[in-house]
């Protein structure tokens, strides 16, 4: 049954939800089999855009239902508990969109961008976000200026290399802030991590033992992706059941050095950081897993096995790219993980240790075999990188998109 045969809206908003109602009845059990493949890509992409018109409707009137607080005539002790209740939405879903309905009112060019589906609602999130967990000393125009630079960004990558740049945005936009509060951001919570730690064992008597640990970020990183090497040398997967069985064997198989390659690389993590942290200063550090480290713990991994430090120059370029050969070497596949940060392929998020050392101009063609010449793509890209029937194009940003011949 339509909405509009059991409620007669006068409202323009509630008027189109249910004419979007009454369209939706009536298109709904078409068949798709006379749609093009053309006209498939283009509608799945406006589907999407239209979705994030809807949900920018939705959070709309939310946040216009919590000011009315339309919840208190059935006692409901939220706006957001009552809509919950009303559609079968979990409580904490519902208040995570009553939150970014909020939020999206303060952060109105974030609203207006969802409402005209140049953003997903997932976007819009990890931005208002990013800015609202600006510390309360940034002055209202760097917070302007970093909303601005997110909101650009987002025409480009997805909500979570958004909340990604978010973490850091004081760098871009207001450095001389962003250095100083982002070592003291953490610092803190590597504190807090060494406070956390934890490990519990607890052997059950017939063979089996069951054990928790809490870690650090950086740590935890060390640890999954040497097991991550592991499993994928003995041909295991990554669900818990493999990665049980790479855990045992990595107990088995440690010092460091007896793990094997991933990637052509040694399971051990990479830290890439300027050479002004190394001597000490105040810039943070980030492992080739992604995870920020303070300038104090990457000068202390520096120094220590199974990390290899990577130093940057002035223009963050890898200083030692290694000799020049037939296939690259350890010293060339690190330097183009740590800027590549995986499979360069549009969409694919292979980690840089799964991950094959492509000449972007062929070997046999003349070309080098160096960090220029070079990226990185999975094996299945790699596959397609040199097959005929595939045309590779190249983004400025390093990304590589592949199209079908016709």
Known sequence: MSISATHSPRHPIASLVARFHDELDDTAD???????????????????????RLQSLELKVAAHADRNQVGDASGATSTSVWW?????????????KMKLAKALETHEPVGQALAAGDVLVDQASALTDAVDALPDTVQPEVRTRARDYLLEAAAHYDAR?????GRRILDVVAPEVGEEEEARQLAREEALAEQKARLTFHDDGHGLTYGRFTLGSAEADMLRKAIHAVAKANGLGLDPHGMGLAFGDYVRRYPVDELPTAGGVSAAVVVTMTLETLVGGLMSA???????????????????????????GGRSEVLDVGRKRRFHTKAQRIAMAVRDKGCVAVGCERPGSWCHAHHLIPWSEGGATSVANGTLLCPRHHTLAHHQDYELTHHPDGRVAFTRRE
């Open 84 to 96: 919950a209740n009303a559609t079968r939405m979990t409580q904490r879903e519902a208040a995570r």
């Open 161 to 165: 290399a958004l909340r990604i740049q």
């Open 286 to 312: 980030q492992l080739d897993t992604g995870t920020m480290i303070s300038p104090g713990l990457a000068r202390k991994l520096a120094c220590e096995a199974g990390v290899i430090p990577v130093v940057l």
């Open 30 to 52: 078409r068949p798709l089999w006379s749609m093009s493949d053309d006209e498939t890509r283009h509608t799945l992409i406006q589907a999407a855009r239209l979705v994030a």
